[in-house]
Each structure stands twice: as structure tokens, then as C-alpha cells.
């Protein structure tokens, strides 16, 4: 599946209405999404429908997740004892490896995140670690491998941070450490758990 380029992220946060920080450069929304001279503050008409998907669609897209690999993520955290599995969901979509890469300002964007764990740039607990998906343990370390240190993405992104380190994640030179397992709270944009939950409610996944 071809990944969409820097116009279709932008489009994709216009029509939620939302900036999501893990499609990389900020400014998705400055540009108005209605022609010149049409009021902007006329609002679509939307559904329950339409809402509660447009919250699901919110979670995917800044994570990077295709359908099927959201729905195992919520399998997952719909397993044992609990019954707030959004929050167990958000979790460990937050400490999955690319987005704790991303969150600690080695990369602007998730996206690019995930190709510095593919090229085995990134290490966790001084082990080289290259699956993207891997959900981190709390207490662990992540940081940038010695040879790069130098590497393009890295270095752009630390010269200009998309989000401030959260309060789970201690930031270190070229890395840091996972405190503690987030939830709902850690999200960095708008998001209604409520809605979320009411689109799969019917659903089975």
C-alpha cells in the first residue's frame, strides 16, 4: 500500500478537523478547508455515524496503523482483568517503539520513526531493536545507535521538536526512558474515548 505524501496528510487532517502530530509537519489546518468568501464557521451536518469513525480514524491515521493491526491492538487490549481497554489500548499504541522514538524528538514524525527502527538505528536496553511494532516495557532505555548519531532524520529532528517529551518518557541525550505505562491522557490531540468506544461497541474485531 502506497504511503500517502506530505499534500494527502494534510488533506487527511483537514477532514478530521484535527492536527495529528505523528503525520510530521505542523500547519495541516492553517489553510482553510472552504473557498474564498464562504463563511468558516458553517459546519458539516455529521452523524453518530460519522463521529464516532471520524474518532477511530483520528487513532489510525497518527499512529500509522492499518485497520486490521488497530483491531489487534484492541483484541489485545480487550484481554484480562478491566474494563477500560481504550485506555489499555492508548497504552500501548504510546509505547510502541516508533511512536516512543517519535515522542522523544528523534524523529519528526512517526513515519519517520519507524524507518530509524527498520535500519536498526535504534537500540532498547543496548540491544539493536528493528520491528517497529514492539511495545517497550516501562523502565526501559531507547536510544540512538552510535553510527546514527549523525543521521539526517535525527539531527532535523532535534533541531526542530513537533511535540514536547511527555511526562511518561525521561529524555536523555539522543534518547531516554520509559517511566510508565500512559493512558488516555497521553494522546496529543483531540480525542473523544467515549465515541470510540461506542463505534466498536457493535463491532466485532
Not at 472552504?34 to 460519522?50: L, V
Not at 535504534?122 to 553510527?147: F, L
Amino acid at each position: 500500500m502506497k504511503r500517502p505524501g506530505k499534500v494527502a496528510r494534510f488533506k487527511i487532517q483537514r477532514r478530521l478537523g484535527t492536527e495529528l502530530p505523528g503525520l510530521g509537519k505542523a500547519g495541516a489546518l492553517e489553510r482553510r478547508p472552504y473557498p474564498p468568501g464562504e463563511n468558516g464557521n458553517k459546519r458539516k451536518k455529521y452523524s453518530d455515524f460519522a463521529l464516532r469513525l471520524e474518532e477511530k480514524q483520528k487513532l489510525r491515521f497518527h499512529y500509522g496503523l492499518k485497520e486490521e493491526q488497530l483491531r489487534r491492538f484492541i483484541r489485545d487490549s480487550k484481554r484480562g482483568a478491566g474494563s477500560n481497554w481504550v485506555s489499555k489500548l492508548v497504552g500501548r499504541l504510546e509505547t510502541r517503539l516508533d511512536n516512543i522514538v517519535f515522542r522523544l524528538g528523534l524523529a519528526s514524525s512517526i513515519r519517520a520513526a519507524r524507518q530509524l527502527v527498520s535500519h536498526g538505528h535504534i537500540m532498547v536496553n543496548d540491544k539493536k531493536m528493528d520491528i517497529s511494532s514492539y511495545v517497550v516495557p516501562a523502565g526501559s532505555t531507547i536510544k540512538v545507535s552510535e553510527k546514527a548519531k549523525e543521521n539526517q532524520i535525527v539531527l532535523q529532528a532535534q533541531a526542530s521538536p513537533r511535540l514536547d517529551v511527555p511526562e511518561f518518557l525521561t529524555k536523555e541525550e539522543l534518547g531516554g526512558t520509559l517511566q510508565a505505562v500512559p493512558g488516555v491522557e497521553a494522546i496529543p490531540f483531540s480525542f473523544d474515548a467515549g465515541l470510540f468506544t461506542e463505534y466498536y461497541a457493535a463491532r466485532k474485531v
